[in-house]
């Protein structure tokens, strides 16, 4: 394996809109159909591993090959994750998508982990992230031992920047900003909050409404199980997805974000929601894509609140931070340094891994085979001693080329 089979296509805030991420991810109804499209992706692109990690404000692909990446490879490869991919975007793919290779892979790797990369510098939501997308990719066998070696020293890495600088000092965080907003909006203590979705985002939500009192919520998502657990945390009430339609209970701020690759809270549903209520509401709107439809904000009386309008307060925190990312991108060089090395580690440990049994072998054939009679003529002292003479080598046979050939790699 070569550090120049790393590679990453990322499309992140950095570069395009955050309503066109949604353009480059992956567009599956639930989790058997994403593992599908990704195995379909890997053999289609000759690819060895592969990574997906979906964010708010990213998408990244990391992954494994020895094929060359042009910008053909690209436009292929994002048509082949999204069929209906805007021809503006195909003509100036590289307007959008970010491309590494190589070291600069693991930096940027390393970067995403330690959320230097992030909308919100300093969130630790990303590490969760990625986390729990390498370990989905890891289940569906997708990811090898080589992704494996990135990921983990990633977290390591990360982990180092928190323990090592104040980049995490007054954490803050899209669903922070997001609920500092709806603040801004004076939405009493008393109204009432639908919660559609319960993952981790909607999970941090509810954190944020038990902070600030605020009790009235209903909680809708497709795991009942998951939605009864937050409810509980904010004496609510929890209720599958598919009676979001029937609710009549009105509300006045919803949070949505579910892992829907299209629009759920379409005007139809909305204007059953809302009845005959003309009173302005609050959306919170956390997903990528977005959950809620475009007519919904143009046709009725919200104050919509999305990532993308988030921008100038995440500015605001980059600010704050800004002399703690210089010290935290110092503290991972020596990280991003160190990598090669363990890759050319894990790849001699591989090639070796054989030798100890191999060696073991050779001294069970010339005690059984070779020199069976000679074995066989000893006492039973010359035929121990033999023995452990014979162990010793094996011992040493093994020890003395590992031993070599790590110190050949270490330098």
């Known amino acids: 394996m070569l550090l120049s089979n790393y590679k990453i296509l990322t499309v992140t805030h950095k570069k395009t809109n955050l309503k066109e991420i949604a353009d480059f991810v992956i567009k ?138 104040r980049i995490g000092d007054k954490p803050i965080s899209i669903v922070s900003l997001a609920i500092q907003k709806m603040l801004n909006a004076q939405v009493p203590k008393d109204a009432r909050i639908l919660l559609v979705g319960a993952g981790q985002t909607n999970q941090l939500v509810s954190k944020f409404l038990i902070k600030h009192e605020y009790t009235n919520v209903t909680v809708f998502n497709r795991s009942l199980n998951k939605a009864e657990k937050i409810a509980k945390s904010l004496n609510g009430q929890a209720r599958p997805l598919e009676q979001l339609s029937e609710y009549k209970g009105g509300f006045d701020c919803m949070v949505v974000c579910t892992g829907a690759t299209e629009p759920i809270i379409t005007t139809a549903l909305y204007k059953k929601l809302i009845q005959e209520d003309d009173n302005q509401k609050v959306i919170i709107d956390l997903a990528i894509p977005h959950n809620v439809a475009h007519d919904v904000i143009a046709q009725f009386n919200v104050e919509y609140i999305e990532i993308e309008g988030l921008r100038n307060l995440a500015k605001a925190n980059l600010a704050f931070r800004e002399q703690e990312v210089e010290r935290a991108k110092k503290l991972l060089v020596d990280f991003i340094n160190e990598f090669p090395s363990l890759l050319k580690q894990r790849q001699l440990e591989l090639a070796m891994r054989s030798v100890p049994s191999e060696i073991k072998a050779i001294k069970a054939k010339a005690m059984n085979e070779v020199f069976s009679k000679e074995m066989s003529s000893l006492d039973d002292n010359s035929r121990e001693l033999v023995e452990k003479m014979l162990t010793y080598m094996e011992k040493k046979c093994i020890s003395i080329p590992m031993k070599a050939a790590r110190e050949a790699v270490l330098g």
């Open 28 to 165: 599956a109804n639930d989790d058997d159909a994403l593992r599908l499209k990704l195995d379909s992706i890997k053999a289609q692109f000759h690819i060895d591993e592969l990574l997906y990690l979906p964010t708010c404000n990213r998408v990244m692909y990391l992954f494994t090959t020895a094929q060359e990446v042009d910008e053909r490879f690209i436009s292929h490869f994002f048509q082949s994750v999204n069929p209906s991919l805007p021809i503006e975007a195909m003509n100036e793919i590289e307007n959008y998508v970010q491309y590494y290779e190589g070291a600069n892979a693991i930096e940027h790797l390393q970067h995403v982990a330690a959320s230097l990369d992030s909308l919100v510098i300093g969130e630790r939501q990303i590490l969760r992230q990625l986390r729990e997308s390498y370990e989905q990719c890891q289940k569906w066998g997708t990811t090898g031992d080589n992704i494996r070696l990135a990921f983990q020293q990633s977290l390591v890495a990360a982990k180092a920047v928190y323990s090592h600088t």
